[in-house]
């Protein structure tokens, strides 16, 4: 199975301020015929389900704001809100859809300072 | 838009099942695998397993063989998670979604539904 693992497991951050979500996977989710990482950031607030933010590791969802975005390659994983929003706070969690079991991080919560 | 919409909240027993409905509403059903997620009080996500309805195959993790069974009915928009043999540690809030890209057996879940509270008490 990968293991995701995902740091901080919690980043409180300031209104306006960035903030960066690691997730690394225990092996590469780059899937060598068509170089694309298999790689999805999720946002999920208290009661609701997760929301989809980005895919492919760097593709942003319609309608999901600018101030997100997702990077890197291979094993190693970074999803950046640039300035923070009060309705930013959640936890976030990384999943890769390389092989089977589809595996999850453990969830970053992001929260204001 | 495609909504889907899950069944209400149960209370089992130890050693019983549970089936949890989803269904599919304002979108094309068949043609989309739909996964289903586990989140236990606190806790992070957990992967099931998926079925693709217009084929009626369903895959499961291995963690959860011989005790869940993914169906779907295609003619009622409608998949089912059942999960037998229940313990304590499987009271969670039971989650179906959407596998993106279409025509994928896996992929990200995109949306999902609301989710379904399964309780396992004596």
């Known amino acids: 199975d990968i293991v995701m693992t995902q740091s901080p497991d919690s980043l409180p951050v300031s209104l306006g301020e960035r903030a960066t979500i690691n997730c690394k996977s225990s092996?590469?989710?780059?899937?060598?015929?068509?170089?694309?990482?298999?790689l999805v950031w999720y946002q999920q607030k208290p009661g609701q389900p997760p929301k989809l933010l980005i895919y492919?590791?760097?593709t942003r969802e319609s309608g999901v704001p600018d101030r997100f975005s997702g990077s890197g390659s291979g094993t190693d994983f970074t999803l950046t809100i640039s300035s923070l929003q009060a309705e930013d706070v959640a936890v976030y969690y990384c999943?890769?859809?390389?092989?089977?079991?589809?595996?999850f991080g453990g969830g970053t919560r992001v929260e204001i300072k | 838009q495609v909504q889907l919409v899950q069944s209400g909240a149960e209370v089992k027993k130890p050693g019983s099942s549970v089936k949890v409905s989803c269904k599919a509403s304002?979108?094309?059903?068949?043609?989309?695998?739909i996964t289903w997620v586990r989140q236990a009080p606190g806790q992070g996500l957990e992967w099931m397993g998926v079925?693709?309805?217009?084929?009626?195959?369903?895959n499961y993790a291995q963690k959860f063989q011989g005790r869940v069974t993914i169906t779907a009915d295609g003619s009622m928009s409608t998949a089912y998670m059942e999960l037998s043999s229940l313990r304590y540690e499987d009271t969670a809030v039971y989650y179906c979604?959407?596998?993106?890209?279409?025509?994928?057996?896996?992929?990200?879940?995109?949306?999902w539904g609301q989710g379904t509270l399964v309780t396992v008490s004596s």
């Open positions: 979604a959407r596998t993106c890209p279409l025509g994928e057996e896996y992929g990200w879940f995109d949306p």
């Open positions: 304002g979108g094309t059903f068949s043609n989309y695998a």
């Open positions: 079925i693709f309805p217009i084929l009626h195959t369903a």
């Open positions: 092996q590469s989710v780059l899937h060598g015929s068509n170089k694309r990482n298999y």
């Open positions: 492919w590791a760097s």
């Open positions: 999943q890769q859809y390389y092989s089977t079991p589809l595996t």
